[in-house]
Each structure stands twice: as C-alpha cells, then as structure tokens.
C-alpha cells in the first residue's frame, strides 16, 4: 500500500501539464475534510529559468473555476520530496522525464 502526505506532479517544464493536474487535484482536495488532505504541488525536470504558464492551460482553468497556485514554473529540488512520504506522478511517458525523477530514490513514483 502507497503510503505519502502530498504529491508532485511532475513533467518536463512545469508549464501545462503538471499545472492542470495540480489544479484538478487541488479542487477535489478542497472538497475533502481538511483532517483528510495531503499537500499537492507541481514542478518541472528542466526549468532553467521561471517561465510563465501556457498561457492556454490558464484559459481552460479559469474557465472551468479552477485555481492556479503559482504564475511561473518551478523545478524540482530534494526539498520538494525531503521525508520520504511524497508521491511522485511523472505526467509524461519520456524515458528521460522518468530517469529524472528517479534521482530522489526516497519518493514513490508511479508513471501516470
């Protein structure tokens, strides 16, 4: 049985994808008791620099009312998964995204 306090949706540059998932994700979360919700984030395997989000995934989000935590991609660092009880969901199929994410050994990855 999968045992983690929050996830990290994970994919390439943090700028779609992993951002509508933590999206959804957070929306259903809102829904539950607090005493019953985990910490939810998302970043990206390579972001040399904050980028601002596809400007496309904001339209679909606000136009569906769900909330966007941040305006800008963020890497992921050991800080992100420190503990060892992060869930890491890589949301793209790359043997290279999947590779990355395996530099923090103390996650648990599951490919989504």
């Known amino acids: ?5 929050r996830i990290v949706f994970i994919c390439m540059d943090n700028t779609s994808g992993s951002i509508m998932a933590e999206s959804i994700f957070n929306s259903v979360m809102e829904q539950l ?30 136009e569906n009312d769900l909330s966007i935590s941040k305006n800008y991609s963020e890497e992921i660092a050991a800080r992100d ?22 530099h923090y050994p103390f996650a648990q990855m599951i490919r989504w």
Not at 33 to 59: A, H, T
């Open 1 to 5: 049985m999968l045992d983690f306090q």
């Open 33 to 62: 008791d607090p005493q019953q919700r985990i910490g939810v984030c998302s970043r990206g395997l390579v972001v040399l620099f904050p980028e601002p989000l596809n400007p496309g995934v904001v339209r679909v989000l606000e």
């Open 81 to 102: 998964v420190a503990g060892g009880d992060a869930l890491l969901l890589c949301m793209t199929d790359r043997e290279h995204a999947w590779k990355g994410a395996a």
